[in-house]
């Protein structure tokens, strides 16, 4: 627990909150690099009951008023769709926002924080390297199922809580202006991920381009799908519920799936420094592409379709570019834990690029399959 967020200051943030018995204990929860999230255990009558406590940046959520419209136009349409299809464990399939005792979705503690409040999950858990093919199916229905379930959301377009947060050319732009101004001469620390980013320009607008053309249709997408934001059931390993949904928000589906490979086919951890151990893994991305259409068939053109594979490739470089655009810019958007904590993170994106042209051929006969067997 750090020293901005005590026990006895997590405590008086509860009480902001209609949680029913004694405050027992908060800790750390989770592997997030924006938010600080916390586990807080309330003793019920001599039973243990957890939430999910979360401070919001909002350094990076300019707009908290806004995210936490979002988030409970999304989580209340969710909850309700879930519900009507009669789906087993209903209310674990979507997070469930608690209001703090004035009435609003968040509350604003005296240093100007801003602390939202969830119903702890119970009996599953996040994973951060996918062991399986399964869980990666598991996963990958869960996001398709979460699209489709927003499919007719109601009301006013969503807000932007972060304004062309998977513009890629605008993140190839950003970095090519952090290389201009080198900041704090951090370039000639970065050469290669710097050469590698600038001659894979043309993949800033491999999805936007046919977005622009019409071909590619707006939705109601999450834009942060890696494999550790769905919970999957300790049991039985279904995916369950998608979480973190602070830039849930108008997108392309082609961005959720596009994490989703980046994330759960990589063999190593995002940040792993032995750049030999990162490699797409093939059946991984096979188990993708049959969870994802599992769940969003119904709803996905073939355009959509035809573009999966290239959406891998290009959320791969684009959180590459990233992670290369902050350690440019001495790191003051992601958490680090190391000196070059983000130029490895960038390294490891950069590398997994490589793997996923490799094997560019393999996977589009995948997606043609497995588009045909629909």
């Not at 309700?80 to 004035?102: F, I, P, W």
């Not at 399964?134 to 869960?142: F, G, I, L």
């Amino acid at each position: 627990m750090t020293a901005t967020h005590s026990t006895s200051d997590l405590a008086a943030i509860v009480r902001a909150f209609p949680l029913l018995g004694r405050f027992q204990e908060a800790r750390p929860h989770g592997s997030g690099h924006i938010n600080d999230t916390y586990a807080i255990t309330m003793d019920q009558a001599g039973t243990p009951v957890r939430y999910v406590l979360q401070r919001i940046n909002h350094h990076v959520f300019k707009q908290v008023p806004a995210l936490m419209e979002n988030v409970e136009r999304v989580t209340s349409h969710a909850t309700r769709r879930a519900a009507e299809s009669q789906q087993a464990d209903a209310a674990r399939r979507s997070l469930t926002l608690v209001r703090a005792l004035d009435g609003l979705p968040y509350h604003r503690d005296p240093q100007g924080g801003w602390w939202r409040c969830y119903l702890f999950i119970e009996h599953a858990r996040t994973y951060d390297v996918v062991e399986t093919p399964r869980q990666a199916a598991a996963a990958a229905r869960a996001f398709g199922e979460f699209q489709r379930l927003l499919v007719d959301l109601p009301g006013q377009r969503l807000h932007e809580t972060i304004p062309n947060f998977h513009h890629t050319r605008r993140r190839f732009d950003d970095f090519r202006r952090g290389l201009e101004q080198d900041a704090h001469n951090r370039a000639a620390q970065a050469r290669a991920e710097i050469a590698f980013a600038l001659e894979r320009e043309s993949l800033a607008d491999a999805l936007l381009a046919p977005q622009a053309r019409g071909e590619l249709p707006e939705r109601v997408t999450h834009n942060d799908s890696k494999f550790n934001n769905v919970m999957l059931d300790d049991m039985t390993q279904a995916g369950l519920c998608v979480i973190d949904l602070d830039t849930v928000m108008p997108g392309l589906a082609l961005y959720d799936f596009g994490d989703l490979v980046r994330s759960g086919t990589n063999g190593a951890a995002e940040d792993e420094r032995d750049l030999s151990r990162v490699q797409a893994r093939l059946a991984i991305f096979e188990a993708l592409v049959e969870g994802y259409l599992s769940a969003a068939r119904p709803f996905v053109t073939a355009a959509e379709i035809a573009h999966l594979t290239v959406a891998g490739h290009v959320i791969t470089f684009e959180i590459g570019l990233r992670f290369l655009t902050d350690f440019l810019a001495g790191d003051t958007y992601f958490k680090i834990k190391r000196p070059r904590h983000n130029l490895d993170r960038a390294a490891n994106q950069f590398a997994l690029v490589r793997s996923l042209e490799a094997q560019r051929s393999a996977m589009e006969a995948i997606v043609r399959q497995q588009g045909a067997a629909g």
